[in-house]
């Protein structure tokens, strides 16, 4: 996992008074683990709510695009109000570039949301949270492109792992078919499931691409408020190009809902502020961390939304599903163990060579200690 670093004091020994690059600031734990709490209560809620709302008479698949997105004013008002008064105004500084980056990538993340919103509503909970669980497979392959990252054994057996388990799933469609669904609405769920895993696989890379011209979380901040007002854009486009609007929402909350309108609002509010949470969450991580430790984390949180999906609607849980979220794990895991091998071994690379360096330095020093009172072989040591 990268970490903030503190950089040595100026001037000083490098070997005596570097601070360890292992530090982190309290500031940094904090903003990780409020982050991750974020992203774990968002990611479980609004998938449950997501498929609730189909489940109760829910047909909008605009609505629940829309829904993702449309949480950016509270993001903006935290934004504005935490902000000190010595402290530069959002957006004051904000460059056409990054502007253009956010627009641009609001729109991709739109169109990802739609395709979610397609999967959810055609497939169980338990089958679309293992099939968005294969994005760690696409993030993998496609970091190792955009960002030089190293593919290890232990990657490519995650990939592999990843691959087998949707091949697993797509076989045994035929039982995992809910009541009501058609063959082809199935296919299509599980292709626009897919799809939406392969974007978001896409997303995480390119956005700790765009992070790396990014000096503050404020920054990132601005960037999610842009990103999202963006994607809105989109399903509000999208949704009255299909001949929607407000008009077919509270006819579909007044009269489709069976669990009535009071219920369908309710929901529609927590599913907004349980997504918000889910793309800050995930832009925080990617930030202070990276794309691939941000997709570990939504690759491990899927398989609570799997356990959550069988609780909450019942989802069939047979063998071939079983042996699926067991290669999902095991994926998850091989990379995992992989990381934290090559990390200790890092770590104790750095240890054995600050360990051999010192001695060097104190040989230095004590042999500037043998020197007579006019001090010239000091220096000359030194220099040396």
């Given at each position: 996992?990268?970490k903030?670093?503190r950089?040595a004091p100026?001037g000083?020994?490098?070997?005596?008074?570097?601070?360890?690059p292992?530090?982190l600031?309290?500031k940094?734990?904090?903003?990780l683990?409020?982050n991750?709490?974020?992203l774990?209560v968002?990611?479980?809620s609004?998938t449950?709510?997501s498929?609730?709302?189909?489940v109760?008479?829910g047909?909008?698949?605009?609505?629940?695009t829309?829904?993702q997105?449309?949480?950016f004013p509270?993001?903006?008002l935290?934004l504005v109000f935490?902000?000190?008064?010595?402290?530069?105004r959002p957006f004051?500084?904000f460059?056409?570039?990054?502007?253009?980056?956010?627009?641009a990538m609001?729109l991709f993340i739109?169109a990802?949301?739609?395709?979610?919103?397609?999967?959810v509503?055609y497939?169980?909970?338990?089958?679309?949270?293992l099939?968005l669980?294969?994005?760690?497979g696409?993030?993998?392959?496609i970091?190792?492109?955009l960002?030089?990252?190293p593919l290890?054994?232990?990657?490519?057996?995650?990939?592999?792992l990843?691959?087998?388990s949707?091949?697993?799933l797509?076989?045994?469609?035929?039982s995992d078919r809910?009541?009501?669904?058609?063959?082809?609405q199935?296919a299509?769920?599980f292709a626009?499931?897919?799809?939406a895993?392969?974007?978001?696989?896409?997303y995480?890379?390119?956005?700790e691409m765009v992070?790396?011209?990014?000096?503050?979380?404020?920054?990132?901040?601005?960037m999610q408020?842009?990103m999202?007002a963006s994607?809105?854009?989109f399903a509000?486009?999208g949704m009255a190009a299909?001949g929607?609007g407000?008009?077919?929402?509270?006819?579909e909350a007044r009269?489709?809902?069976?669990i009535?309108?009071?219920?369908?609002?309710a929901?529609?509010?927590?599913?907004?502020l349980g997504?918000?949470m889910?793309?800050m969450?995930t832009a925080?991580?990617?930030?202070?961390?990276?794309?691939?430790?941000?997709?570990v984390?939504m690759?491990?949180?899927?398989?609570m939304?799997?356990?959550?999906?069988?609780?909450?609607?019942g989802d069939?849980?047979?063998g071939?599903?079983?042996?699926?979220?067991?290669?999902?794990l095991?994926?998850?895991s091989?990379?995992?163990y992989?990381e934290y091998r090559?990390?200790r071994?890092e770590?104790k690379e750095?240890?054995?060579?600050?360990?051999?360096?010192?001695?060097?330095?104190?040989?230095?020093?004590?042999?500037?200690?043998?020197?007579?009172?006019?001090g010239v072989l000091?220096?000359?040591?030194?220099?040396?």
């Open positions: 996992m990268e903030l670093l950089p100026a000083g020994d490098p070997h005596i008074n570097a601070v360890n292992r530090e600031t309290w940094y734990w904090f903003l683990t409020a991750s709490v974020a774990l968002g990611s479980i609004s449950l709510l498929r609730f709302y189909f109760h008479g047909s909008n698949r605009w609505v629940t829309l829904v997105s449309a949480g509270v993001l903006l935290i935490s902000t000190p008064v010595n402290v530069r004051s500084t460059p056409l570039q990054r502007l253009l980056a956010s627009l609001g739109g990802n949301n739609l395709l979610f919103s397609y999967g509503s497939l169980p909970v338990s089958t679309s949270s099939l669980s294969t994005q760690l696409f993030t993998l392959l970091s190792s492109v960002l030089r990252h290890h054994f232990t990657s490519l057996n995650s990939v592999i990843l691959t087998l949707s091949v697993l797509a076989v045994n469609s035929s809910p009541g009501g669904i058609t063959r082809t199935f299509l769920g626009a499931t897919l799809g895993a392969v974007m978001f696989g896409l995480l890379p390119v956005m992070y790396k011209g990014v000096t503050g979380f404020r920054a990132v901040m601005e408020v842009v999202e994607a809105t854009l509000v486009i299909a929607g407000v008009g077919d929402i509270v006819t009269e489709r809902f069976d009535g309108e009071g219920a369908y609002w929901i529609v509010v927590a599913e907004v997504w918000q889910v793309f969450g925080g991580m990617i930030f202070l961390t990276s794309s691939l430790s941000s997709g984390c690759t491990a949180m899927l398989s939304n799997v356990v959550g999906g069988v609780v909450a609607f069939e849980f047979g071939v599903k079983t042996v699926a979220m067991v290669l999902c095991w994926g998850f091989s990379y995992f992989g090559r990390s071994v770590a750095e240890e054995e060579e600050l360990e051999m360096s010192l001695p060097e330095r104190e040989g230095l020093h004590s042999e500037a200690n043998d020197v007579d009172e006019s000091v220096q000359e040591t030194y220099l040396e």
